[in-house]
T-cell receptor, first 117, second 116 residues
Framework: NAGVTQTPKFQVLKTGQSMTLQCAQD?????MSWYRQDPGMGLRLIHY???????DQGEVPNGYNVSRSTTEDFPLRLLSAAPSQTSVYFC????????????????FGPGTRLTVL | QKEVEQDPGPLSVPEGAIVSLNCTYS??????FMWYRQYSRKGPELLMY????GNKEDGRFTAQVDKSSKYISLFIRDSQPSDSATYLC????????????????FGKGTLLTVNP
């Protein structure tokens, strides 16, 4: 199993550009999430999905869109990049939910480092 | 007051030292308590979790939860250079009824360096 994979690993954008961060998992997990990690801020939830076709907003959803057409894939779209979106983005998946713990352990991808100029 | 407070460090210790990492929280609805380890330029990985107050041990690691004081700790015995990483505490609470809808909140992380 590859686990959770993310592409690209690094990306530089100009203000106003759009792009899609890709996330895929091969563990047949129902729950998938996107987080951003900023210095001094910790991990913050952007959007999450409880299954194919079902998504919901997290703590910091503005400026981001998601969709979930398959169990495996959960792309994150930046509509019009802003310097405030410079961050490290992590995708995570879990089998049953977001509670954490052994049954709901979140498996994180390696991250995408995004810089918006 | 933030829901979860964690001293970001950095913390530097010699090899073999006992390390104590701590988080405090304000939301009494938190039910699950976790510690994640994150190596440089990698994603976080679950290290330990607990559901209730008390201690849980796994090898050199001990997780401690004191719900009455809203305080959790991670102890690392006989610390090794390979333990050098950022340690994130995380806690979850049920935020809506009718299902298992939990909200997971992370601390900012503490950067630990264990020197040989």
């Amino acid at each position: 199993n590859a686990g959770v994979t993310q592409t690209p690993k690094f990306q530089v954008l100009k203000t106003g550009q759009s792009m899609t961060l890709q996330c895929a998992q091969d563990m047949n997990h129902e729950y998938m999430s996107w987080y951003r990690q900023d210095p001094g801020m910790g991990l913050r939830l952007i959007h999450y999905s409880v299954g194919a076709g079902i998504t919901d907003q997290g703590e910091v959803p503005n400026g981001y869109n998601v969709s979930r057409s398959t169990t495996e894939d959960f792309p994150l779209r930046l509509l019009s990049a802003a310097p405030s979106q410079t961050s490290v983005y992590f995708c995570a998946s879990s089998p049953y939910g977001l509670a954490g713990g052994s049954y709901n352990e979140q498996f994180f991808g390696p991250g995408t480092r995004l810089t918006v100029l | 007051q933030k829901e979860v407070e964690q001293d970001p460090g950095p913390l530097s210790v010699p090899e073999g030292a006992i390390v104590s990492l701590n988080c405090t929280y304000s939301n009494s609805a938190f039910q699950y308590f976790m510690w994640y380890r994150q190596y440089s330029r990698k994603g976080p990985e679950l290290l330990m979790y607990t559901y209730s107050s008390g201690n849980k041990e796994d090898g050199r690691f001990t997780a401690q939860v004191d719900k009455s004081s809203k305080y959790i700790s991670l102890f690392i015995r006989d610390s090794q250079p390979s333990d050098s990483a950022t340690y994130l505490c995380a806690m979850s609470a049920l935020y809506s009824s009718g299902g298992s809808n939990y909200k997971l909140t992370f601390g900012k992380g503490t950067l630990l360096t264990v020197n040989p």
